[in-house]
């Protein structure tokens, strides 16, 4: 086993694919410190800077007094805490559904929806470039896998067109992760309608960022829960906590409490995290502020990086396509060099030869620190 684990490492190593965790030593926000030296960071999901905001810190403590530390039970014997209960209420309001049930992330979500949904005589309709999680949860459900490339909404109709299958679930990130362009939602829900699909939506990176009130993707589109009958949503990009969420019908929910396996089977997250998730979505709404912020960062951002090789995004997510993984870490390690902290994306988490830096912004950046990144960039890619 050794030599053949080995072997896998020494693979990874000479692919330039090997990955290490940067330890740091401080709050998360957009300076970390990392061997007592300081760092600034444009890596972090913590899109509205709301992961060191003061009142969310105190709803943690407070919880943690009246619960508290674990939730001592999975959800369905002792661990279902008031303040879980008050937390699914308000994020059934927040997204304007019925019913909302906790998760304890994002990954355990899409498993626990998609396998409860679909079985082998069913299909499932995926964007190429869906999150690891949802293909995985596609995998589990043992329907059928039709992929489609990215945002080719043409192909999904062919794919749709062709199908027999009893059950149809087309499933898309609202914002793609690695890429920060947004999916095609208007068409796809067309498509659903014409040849009677679900559509099932993974707004991890769209909830609090875009939207007139930041209620994510299907608010940037005026989408309701006709149109998009399954919401998956995390708590620990955007509202600055730990712990996820699906959003829709009392029936949709009500199943998923029966039947999720990744749901009944897991000790439920801790309910202190459920108070300081509540105490976010309060925050995120009452600074607005954040939002605003955070969408000029990323208008200056555009506008200065215009000469660098940029992928298409009005999202926090930037990403500058270099190509190959080996580009992608010196550009990496480069900046790393100037105190500025970029992750290098490689493979498998993207396409080969789409090795990329993922640049992504924070409402607690300054259009400083920005002109800095900007700076930085332009020295070690010569532009």
Request: neutral net charge.
């Amino acid at each position: 086993m050794y030599a053949y684990l080995q072997s896998l490492l020494q693979q990874r190593q000479q692919s330039a694919l090997y990955r290490s965790r940067q330890i740091h030593n401080s709050s998360q926000t957009p300076i970390l410190q990392i061997d007592g030296q300081n760092y600034l960071a444009f890596c972090s999901n913590d899109y509205l800077g709301l992961a060191s905001h003061p009142r969310l810190k105190a709803a943690l403590q407070q919880g943690t007094e009246k619960y508290a530390v674990g939730s001592g039970a999975s959800h369905l014997v002792t661990g279902h805490s008031q303040a879980h209960h008050a937390l699914e209420k308000e994020l059934a309001a927040y997204t304007g559904r019925e019913r909302a049930l906790l998760f304890s992330t994002g990954y355990m979500a899409n498993l626990g929806i998609v396998t409860s949904l679909l079985g082998r005589h069913d299909a499932v309709f995926l964007d190429k470039l869906n999150h690891a999680s949802l293909v995985d949860a596609a995998l589990l459900s043992r329907a059928k896998i039709e992929r489609y490339p990215h945002n080719n909404m043409q192909a999904l109709e062919r794919l749709l067109e062709k199908s027999q299958a009893q059950h149809k679930l087309i499933i898309t990130d609202g914002v793609f992760s690695m890429d920060g362009d947004v999916s095609k939602l208007p068409e796809m829900v067309e498509l659903a309608k014409t040849y009677q699909a679900w559509i099932m939506v993974d707004d991890a990176h769209g909830l609090g960022v875009l939207g007139n009130t930041g209620r994510g993707t299907l608010e940037k589109y005026g989408l309701g829960e006709n149109d998009v009958p399954i919401l998956m949503g995390t708590l620990g990009k955007a509202f600055g906590v730990f712990g996820a969420f699906v959003a829709g019908s009392e029936l949709l929910i009500e199943t998923l409490i029966q039947t999720a396996r990744s749901y009944i089977y897991t000790t439920a997250l801790p309910p202190a995290l459920a108070e300081a998730a509540r105490a976010s979505l309060i925050v995120a709404e009452e600074e607005a502020w954040r939002r605003q912020h955070l969408h000029e960062l990323i208008k200056h951002f555009r506008l200065a990086a215009a000469d660098f090789p940029l992928m298409p995004s009005i999202t926090p997510i930037q990403p500058i396509l270099l190509g190959s993984s080996e580009k992608a870490l010196a550009v990496s390690s480069a900046l790393y060099e100037q105190n500025i902290l970029v992750t290098a994306i490689r493979p498998p988490t993207v396409p080969q030869g789409t090795a990329r830096l993922r640049i992504t912004l924070s409402a607690l950046h300054d259009k400083h620190q920005v002109d800095e990144l900007i700076e930085a960039l332009k020295e070690v890619l010569n532009v």
